[in-house]
């Protein structure tokens, strides 16, 4: 029986160092995928920066209208609030002149 019993904990250990190089690439995989996406952000960045600086007022202008539109696309699918209905003893006097 002691036979089975080193032979399994051989194979667990085995096991254990095969799962800890694998987390070990796949770490470093991920945080070669992380460097590659900021750096794609930075040029993203930079372009956009640059483009605005050479059009001029109206490149300021399209990048504010662009901003707008994300967001009101953001507002649209926002989920919505449904608020309780209050009763008109609750609201306060709006006294219009």
Do not use: T, Y
Not at 56 to 79: C, K, R, T, W, Y
């Amino acid at each position: 029986m002691k036979g089975l019993d080193r032979l399994a904990e051989q194979h667990i250990r085995e096991h254990q160092v095969r799962q800890l190089k694998f987390d070990e690439i796949e770490a470093r995989e991920h945080a070669e995928r992380l460097r590659s996406l900021a750096a794609q952000a930075e040029i993203l960045a930079d372009w956009r920066q640059k483009s605005i600086n050479q059009a001029g007022p109206m490149g300021v202008l399209d990048i504010v209208a662009q901003d707008l539109e994300s967001f009101v696309e953001l507002f649209e699918h926002a989920p919505r609030c449904e608020l309780p209905a209050m009763s008109l003893e609750l609201r306060r006097p709006v006294q219009v002149s």
